[in-house]
Nanobody, 127 residues
Framework: QVQLVESGGGLVQAGGSLRLSCAASYRTFGIYTMGWFRQAPGKEREFVAAISWGGGLTYYANSVKGRFTISRDNSKNTTSLQMNSLKPEDTAVYYC????????????????????WGQGTQVTVSS
């Protein structure tokens, strides 16, 4: 199982930007699809973005497409989520996930089926 630690959350005004990072402690990090999910109070955890093991393929939820960008650096065992034009509805705890599934499938899977999760980082967007 991959150990994941997120960082970079915080409070930002609507229209602002934040960059989340996820550090993985596993030497074969490069074989995993990485993803970001979020969970708002009273709501289920939802898919945000995924990136293939090589970084060449990325997928996004419609709600964040064009505003968020997922990336990874396999030499540093990290994945990041650049969030621009933030909206109050983006407020949630953001989680990093790692799994051996295809990046294209990650968004359609039940989050409970994914292999590894970080502890989450709070993102709050004020109006």
């Amino acid at each position: 199982q991959v150990q994941l630690v997120e960082s970079g959350g915080g409070l930002v005004q609507a229209g602002g930007s934040l960059r989340l990072s996820c550090a993985a402690s596993y030497r074969t990090f490069g074989i995993y699809t990485m993803g970001w999910f979020r969970q708002a109070p009273g709501k289920e955890r939802e898919f945000v973005a995924a990136i293939s093991w090589g970084g060449g393929l990325t997928y996004y939820a419609n709600s964040v497409k064009g505003r968020f960008t997922i990336s990874r650096d396999n030499s540093k065992n990290t994945t990041s989520l650049q969030m621009n034009s933030l909206k109050p509805e983006d407020t949630a705890v953001y989680y990093c996930a790692a799994d051996l599934t295809d990046a294209q499938r990650m968004g359609s899977l039940n989050p409970s089926a994914l292999g590894s999760w970080g502890q989450g980082t709070q993102v709050t967007v004020s109006s």
